[in-house]
Antibody, heavy 120, light 111 residues
Framework: EVQLLESGGGLVQPGGSLRVSCAAS????????MSWVRQAPGKGLEWVSA????????YYADSVKGRFTISRDNSKNTLYLQMSSLRAEDTAVYYC?????????????WGQGTLVTVSS | QSVLTQPPSVSGAPGQRVTISCTGS?????????VHWYQQLPGTAPKLLIY???NRPSGVPDRFSGSKSATSASLAITGLQAEDEADYYC???????????FGGGTKLTVL
Protein backbone atom coordinates (compact mmCIF):
# COMPACT_ATOMS: atom_id res chain seq x y z
CA GLU A 1 0.00 0.00 0.00
CA VAL A 2 1.30 3.41 -0.99
CA GLN A 3 1.72 5.78 1.94
CA LEU A 4 2.65 9.45 1.75
CA LEU A 5 3.39 11.39 4.92
CA GLU A 6 3.86 15.15 4.81
CA SER A 7 5.68 17.11 7.48
CA GLY A 8 7.25 20.49 8.10
CA GLY A 9 4.21 22.73 8.10
CA GLY A 10 3.78 25.50 10.61
CA LEU A 11 3.46 29.22 11.23
CA VAL A 12 5.75 31.52 9.27
CA GLN A 13 5.84 35.28 8.89
CA PRO A 14 5.13 36.99 5.57
CA GLY A 15 8.30 37.08 3.52
CA GLY A 16 9.68 34.06 5.33
CA SER A 17 10.69 30.61 4.15
CA LEU A 18 9.65 27.07 4.95
CA ARG A 19 10.38 23.60 3.61
CA VAL A 20 7.77 20.88 3.68
CA SER A 21 8.58 17.23 3.09
CA CYS A 22 6.72 14.13 1.94
CA ALA A 23 8.03 10.71 2.90
CA ALA A 24 6.87 7.92 0.59
CA SER A 25 6.63 4.18 1.16
CA UNK A 26 5.06 1.19 -0.54
CA UNK A 27 6.14 2.18 -4.05
CA UNK A 28 9.24 2.38 -6.23
CA UNK A 29 9.53 6.09 -5.56
CA UNK A 30 11.88 6.96 -8.41
CA UNK A 31 9.40 5.56 -10.92
CA UNK A 32 6.73 8.08 -10.03
CA UNK A 33 6.23 11.70 -10.97
CA MET A 34 5.09 13.60 -7.89
CA SER A 35 3.07 16.75 -7.31
CA TRP A 36 2.13 19.22 -4.62
CA VAL A 37 -1.46 20.43 -4.39
CA ARG A 38 -2.71 22.96 -1.85
CA GLN A 39 -6.05 23.87 -0.36
CA ALA A 40 -6.63 27.20 1.36
CA PRO A 41 -8.99 27.08 4.37
CA GLY A 42 -12.55 26.53 3.16
CA LYS A 43 -11.48 26.70 -0.49
CA GLY A 44 -10.92 24.33 -3.40
CA LEU A 45 -7.87 22.48 -4.65
CA GLU A 46 -4.99 24.24 -6.42
CA TRP A 47 -2.15 22.44 -8.17
CA VAL A 48 1.22 23.90 -7.14
CA SER A 49 4.10 21.99 -8.67
CA ALA A 50 5.23 18.70 -10.22
CA UNK A 51 8.51 16.85 -10.66
CA UNK A 52 9.52 13.89 -12.81
CA UNK A 53 10.67 10.61 -11.32
CA UNK A 54 14.31 11.41 -11.95
CA UNK A 55 13.93 14.99 -10.75
CA UNK A 56 15.14 16.32 -14.07
CA UNK A 57 11.90 18.07 -15.03
CA UNK A 58 9.91 20.44 -12.85
CA TYR A 59 6.75 22.48 -13.35
CA TYR A 60 5.14 25.26 -11.33
CA ALA A 61 1.88 27.15 -11.15
CA ASP A 62 2.25 30.82 -12.05
CA SER A 63 1.18 31.76 -8.52
CA VAL A 64 4.34 30.22 -7.03
CA LYS A 65 6.85 30.39 -9.89
CA GLY A 66 10.11 31.96 -8.77
CA ARG A 67 9.24 31.54 -5.08
CA PHE A 68 8.78 27.79 -4.63
CA THR A 69 11.20 24.98 -5.55
CA ILE A 70 10.22 21.34 -5.81
CA SER A 71 12.88 18.67 -5.41
CA ARG A 72 13.25 15.02 -4.47
CA ASP A 73 15.79 12.66 -2.94
CA ASN A 74 15.12 9.24 -4.42
CA SER A 75 17.65 7.64 -2.07
CA LYS A 76 15.46 8.77 0.83
CA ASN A 77 12.10 8.30 -0.90
CA THR A 78 11.31 11.90 -0.04
CA LEU A 79 9.74 14.81 -1.89
CA TYR A 80 10.33 18.42 -0.88
CA LEU A 81 8.78 21.82 -1.45
CA GLN A 82 10.97 24.78 -0.53
CA MET A 83 8.83 27.87 -0.13
CA SER A 84 10.23 31.39 0.07
CA SER A 85 8.88 34.95 -0.03
CA LEU A 86 5.75 33.54 1.53
CA ARG A 87 2.53 35.53 1.39
CA ALA A 88 -0.70 35.37 3.33
CA GLU A 89 -2.38 33.83 0.30
CA ASP A 90 0.00 30.85 0.51
CA THR A 91 -1.76 29.78 3.71
CA ALA A 92 -3.13 26.32 2.97
CA VAL A 93 -2.94 22.62 3.60
CA TYR A 94 -0.23 21.25 1.32
CA TYR A 95 -0.76 17.74 -0.04
CA CYS A 96 1.76 15.62 -1.88
CA UNK A 97 0.44 13.14 -4.41
CA UNK A 98 1.67 10.64 -6.94
CA UNK A 99 0.98 11.75 -10.51
CA UNK A 100 -0.43 9.45 -13.19
CA UNK A 101 1.10 11.89 -15.66
CA UNK A 102 3.85 14.44 -15.06
CA UNK A 103 2.10 17.15 -17.07
CA UNK A 104 -1.60 16.42 -16.61
CA UNK A 105 -1.49 15.14 -13.02
CA UNK A 106 -4.22 12.67 -12.09
CA UNK A 107 -3.33 12.23 -8.43
CA UNK A 108 -3.59 8.55 -7.56
CA UNK A 109 -2.31 8.53 -3.97
CA TRP A 110 -2.39 11.47 -1.57
CA GLY A 111 -0.85 12.24 1.78
CA GLN A 112 -2.84 13.57 4.71
CA GLY A 113 -1.51 17.11 4.22
CA THR A 114 0.48 19.59 6.28
CA LEU A 115 -0.82 23.04 7.22
CA VAL A 116 1.24 26.10 6.36
CA THR A 117 0.08 29.35 7.92
CA VAL A 118 1.60 32.63 6.79
CA SER A 119 0.82 35.34 9.30
CA SER A 120 2.51 37.96 11.44
CA GLN B 1 -13.12 31.89 -10.98
CA SER B 2 -12.15 28.33 -11.85
CA VAL B 3 -11.25 27.32 -15.40
CA LEU B 4 -13.48 24.27 -14.98
CA THR B 5 -17.00 25.10 -13.83
CA GLN B 6 -18.89 22.88 -11.41
CA PRO B 7 -22.20 23.51 -9.63
CA PRO B 8 -21.51 24.58 -6.04
CA SER B 9 -23.91 22.02 -4.64
CA VAL B 10 -26.12 19.07 -5.53
CA SER B 11 -28.35 16.91 -3.38
CA GLY B 12 -30.29 13.70 -3.52
CA ALA B 13 -32.11 11.20 -1.38
CA PRO B 14 -30.63 7.82 -0.48
CA GLY B 15 -30.91 5.42 -3.39
CA GLN B 16 -31.27 8.16 -5.98
CA ARG B 17 -28.96 9.06 -8.85
CA VAL B 18 -27.14 12.37 -9.03
CA THR B 19 -24.83 13.86 -11.61
CA ILE B 20 -22.17 16.53 -11.23
CA SER B 21 -21.15 18.48 -14.31
CA CYS B 22 -17.73 19.91 -15.15
CA THR B 23 -17.73 22.45 -17.96
CA GLY B 24 -14.49 23.46 -19.63
CA SER B 25 -13.39 24.84 -22.98
CA UNK B 26 -11.47 24.08 -26.14
CA UNK B 27 -8.14 24.51 -24.37
CA UNK B 28 -8.74 21.84 -21.73
CA UNK B 29 -11.48 19.20 -21.90
CA UNK B 30 -12.29 20.07 -25.52
CA UNK B 31 -8.63 19.70 -26.47
CA UNK B 32 -8.77 16.04 -25.51
CA UNK B 33 -7.08 16.19 -22.12
CA UNK B 34 -8.26 13.61 -19.63
CA VAL B 35 -10.66 14.51 -16.85
CA HIS B 36 -10.13 13.07 -13.38
CA TRP B 37 -12.54 13.20 -10.44
CA TYR B 38 -11.74 13.32 -6.74
CA GLN B 39 -13.83 12.78 -3.65
CA GLN B 40 -12.97 14.67 -0.48
CA LEU B 41 -14.75 13.53 2.64
CA PRO B 42 -14.99 16.10 5.45
CA GLY B 43 -11.63 16.69 7.11
CA THR B 44 -9.73 14.26 4.91
CA ALA B 45 -7.41 14.33 1.90
CA PRO B 46 -8.80 14.04 -1.62
CA LYS B 47 -9.16 10.56 -3.06
CA LEU B 48 -9.02 9.65 -6.76
CA LEU B 49 -12.47 8.51 -7.78
CA ILE B 50 -12.33 8.43 -11.59
CA TYR B 51 -9.27 8.74 -13.84
CA UNK B 52 -8.94 9.11 -17.57
CA UNK B 53 -12.54 10.29 -18.02
CA UNK B 54 -14.27 7.08 -17.05
CA ASN B 55 -11.95 4.62 -15.31
CA ARG B 56 -12.35 3.56 -11.68
CA PRO B 57 -9.33 2.81 -9.50
CA SER B 58 -9.40 -0.49 -7.68
CA GLY B 59 -11.74 -0.33 -4.69
CA VAL B 60 -14.04 2.40 -6.02
CA PRO B 61 -17.62 1.07 -6.23
CA ASP B 62 -19.23 0.84 -9.66
CA ARG B 63 -21.92 3.20 -8.38
CA PHE B 64 -19.50 5.91 -9.48
CA SER B 65 -19.03 6.54 -13.21
CA GLY B 66 -17.54 9.26 -15.36
CA SER B 67 -18.11 10.44 -18.89
CA LYS B 68 -16.83 13.13 -21.21
CA SER B 69 -18.30 14.85 -24.24
CA ALA B 70 -17.01 17.83 -26.21
CA THR B 71 -15.99 20.48 -23.66
CA SER B 72 -17.63 18.96 -20.59
CA ALA B 73 -17.54 15.95 -18.32
CA SER B 74 -19.89 14.41 -15.80
CA LEU B 75 -19.68 12.31 -12.68
CA ALA B 76 -22.68 10.12 -11.96
CA ILE B 77 -23.42 8.49 -8.63
CA THR B 78 -26.17 5.88 -8.47
CA GLY B 79 -27.71 4.27 -5.40
CA LEU B 80 -26.79 7.30 -3.31
CA GLN B 81 -25.58 6.49 0.21
CA ALA B 82 -25.08 8.68 3.27
CA GLU B 83 -21.34 8.02 3.11
CA ASP B 84 -21.20 9.68 -0.32
CA GLU B 85 -21.72 13.07 1.29
CA ALA B 86 -18.52 14.90 0.37
CA ASP B 87 -16.95 17.50 -1.89
CA TYR B 88 -16.23 16.40 -5.46
CA TYR B 89 -13.65 17.99 -7.77
CA CYS B 90 -12.97 17.56 -11.47
CA UNK B 91 -9.44 18.12 -12.80
CA UNK B 92 -7.86 18.41 -16.24
CA UNK B 93 -5.03 20.22 -18.00
CA UNK B 94 -5.27 23.52 -19.82
CA UNK B 95 -2.95 24.07 -22.78
CA UNK B 96 -3.48 27.84 -22.90
CA UNK B 97 -2.47 28.23 -19.26
CA UNK B 98 0.03 25.34 -19.37
CA UNK B 99 -1.38 24.41 -15.99
CA UNK B 100 -3.21 21.64 -14.24
CA UNK B 101 -6.68 22.97 -13.48
CA PHE B 102 -9.35 21.99 -10.98
CA GLY B 103 -13.03 22.72 -10.87
CA GLY B 104 -14.27 24.78 -7.96
CA GLY B 105 -15.77 21.74 -6.28
CA THR B 106 -19.31 20.49 -5.70
CA LYS B 107 -20.73 19.73 -2.28
CA LEU B 108 -22.97 16.67 -2.36
CA THR B 109 -25.63 16.50 0.33
CA VAL B 110 -27.49 13.27 0.94
CA LEU B 111 -30.94 14.25 2.18
Amino acid sequence: EVQLLESGGGLVQPGGSLRVSCAASGLTFSSYAMSWVRQAPGKGLEWVSAISGSGGSTYYADSVKGRFTISRDNSKNTLYLQMSSLRAEDTAVYYCATSRSLITFGGAAWGQGTLVTVSS
Amino acid sequence: QSVLTQPPSVSGAPGQRVTISCTGSSSNIGAGYDVHWYQQLPGTAPKLLIYGNGNRPSGVPDRFSGSKSATSASLAITGLQAEDEADYYCQSYDSSLSDVVFGGGTKLTVL
